[in-house]
């Protein structure tokens, strides 16, 4: 009987680990269509219409699920269970959006929750006008989402092979900025939340940032412990010439995917650097806080932006601009720099690898609106950073600002990319292949 119930459990224990989302959460539709891009007559594939504005991951998390087959994104469309929103619609933070993933070959779309929008009254001071575009990153190891909710103080694990939503922290001290960073094996998830204050106006802008890290069972999704502050940052002002109200702020918190004892940090800032350790855009950071240092220094009349850890963890990549856009790599534990492309033009301006780091894709920035929705024609380009050479995979509209920017996302081998695809005052979900 032993022999017959283990024998049971390891059977069970087999179906849990093959489990797909598509066995726990509901298929709504299909909207997929195809057209041939002009410039690269590729086929690109349209995941879903453009009824709606629907925005795939920013490019420093996960988009691509369950081995590349589904494209994990958002939706600013109604619940399809028929149930109401939250929310009242009043500013794109108080309206509920749909966490959604599409079947690639298929086009099946399927509905993994609701990101909704809480009354924020409960939290006074404490709730912060932080931006709120862009919510998930996801494990694959774990096969789990992380998201937080529209209005900043509720973070959750969602389990893609059970269909279980837990409720991992709430915030009630402070508003977390977008978006979390899960490691791949789901064992550590990082968030950077504000709070109020300090409130000396002569030289701090009335906000900190801290980054707390989490650690999870990744059989359960629950917490281990409790959370764990790394790092704080209070928001300073930095006047400079061209800026005169310019302040340094603390956002993008990112892992390691590899290394859970690793991540990376931006100072953000407007305009361009002065050469300064204030204004070096990436920093690293050891998460037992033994070293907290700049990763490479952001040189006088550039843009260090966009940079993201290498699947294997070894390397970060980021866009390097000044007038026209180059590419770099750099190991952040010795600031060792690598320039892999410059002069771009139009400038590159996010990015994303493959595993073998041999292919990097970009969208670019011209910034000429061609109509009434600031829509414009951009161009998404593989670097082959093996051959040196450049190509264009397509040219698409894209909208002007968040949530509607490209943001190009490859897959790990390389083969596939989806971004979003800007149409009239919303957006769609697109992928083409790279071979």
């Known amino acids: ?182 490691t791949d094996d789901g064992t550590r998830v990082v968030i950077y939340v504000a709070h109020p204050g300090p409130d000396n106006l002569t030289l701090f802008t009335a906000r900190t940032t801290s980054i707390v890290y989490f650690d999870i069972n990744p059989a359960t999704n629950d917490m281990i412990g409790s959370p764990v502050t790394v790092y704080t940052y209070a928001y ?49 950071l050891k998460m037992d806080g033994s070293e907290v240092r700049m990763a490479t220094p952001t040189p006088v009349d550039h843009i260090h932006t966009h940079e993201v850890w290498s699947a294997k963890g070894k390397l970060m990549y980021f866009v390097d601009i000044k007038g026209t856009g180059g590419i770099s790599s750099v190991d952040p534990r010795n600031g060792k720099l690598i320039k892999l492309i410059e002069g771009t033009s139009p400038r590159c301006l996010h990015i994303s690898v493959s595993e073998d780091e041999t292919r990097v894709v970009f969208d670019t920035q011209c910034s000429d609106p061609v109509d009434a929705n600031l829509n414009h024609l951009e161009n998404i380009t593989l670097f082959d950073a093996v051959t040196g050479q450049l190509r264009v995979l397509a040219r698409q509209m894209e909208g002007r600002d968040h949530p509607r920017q490209m943001h190009p996302l490859i897959t790990r081998k390389g083969d596939k990319v989806c971004f979003t695809v800007a149409e009239g005052p919303n957006s769609k979900i697109a992928v083409v292949n790279v071979d």
């Open 1 to 182: 009987m032993q022999k017959i119930t283990a024998m049971v459990a390891l059977t069970l224990c087999a179906v849990c680990v093959q489990a797909k989302l598509a066995d726990h959460f509901p298929k709504i539709g299909n909207e997929k269509t195809s057209a041939q891009d002009s410039v690269s007559l590729k086929t690109v594939t349209y995941l879903t219409s453009g009824q709606y504005i629907n925005s795939s991951q920013y490019p420093h998390n996960k988009a691509w699920l369950e081995n590349d087959k589904y494209v994990m994104f958002e939706s600013v469309r109604p619940r399809p269970d028929g149930q109401p929103c939250t929310g009242d619609n009043s500013d794109y933070r108080r309206t509920e959006r749909q966490l959604m993933a599409a079947d690639v070959e298929s086009g099946d779309i399927y509905w993994l929750g609701s990101i909704e929008v809480e009354d924020t009254v409960q939290y006074g001071s404490y709730h912060l006008s932080m931006s709120s575009m862009y919510h998930t990153d996801y494990a694959p190891g774990s096969n789990s989402v992380v998201y937080y909710d529209m209005s900043g103080h509720n973070l959750y694990m969602l389990n893609l092979n059970t269909g279980e939503r837990k409720l991992l922290f709430n915030v009630p001290n402070g508003t977390i900025g977008d978006p979390p960073s899960i």
């Open 236 to 284: 300073k002002k930095y006047p400079t010439a061209s800026v005169p109200n310019n302040s340094i702020s603390l956002s993008h918190a990112v892992i390691n995917p590899a290394n859970k004892d690793e991540m990376s940090f931006c100072h953000g800032y407007a305009g361009y650097a002065d050469g300064s350790v204030a204004m070096a855009r990436i920093w690293y």
